[in-house]
């Protein structure tokens, strides 16, 4: 099983707000916000059928299944123009 080790980082932008959120929970501004994720993943060539990634929202599942399996992974589809009513 292959592990990952992914780091994604993203700016932090200032603003009164940021700033206001800051200050309520003494936590020290950064240029920068960064989350690491250390995963397990099955490998695209071994034996398997269903694959979960679980976790609450924001957690990074879709982020981790990217990078992991970028080119298998089902993104989204155009649904058919229905009629309603029918």
């Not at 397990?40 to 992991?68: C, M, N, Y």
Request: aromatic residues 8%; negative net charge; contains cysteine.
């Amino acid at each position: 099983m292959p592990a990952i080790d992914l780091t994604v980082t993203c700016p932090i932008h200032d603003s009164f707000r940021v700033q206001q959120v800051a200050g309520m929970f003494d936590v020290p501004l950064a240029e920068r916000a960064a989350e690491r994720f250390e995963v397990d993943v099955p490998g695209t060539d071994e034996e398997w059928q269903i694959g979960l990634i679980v976790g609450p929202s924001g957690s990074g599942k879709s982020t981790v299944a990217r990078h992991a399996f970028k080119p298998h992974v089902y993104e989204s589809a155009e649904w058919a123009n229905r009629p309603r009513g029918g």
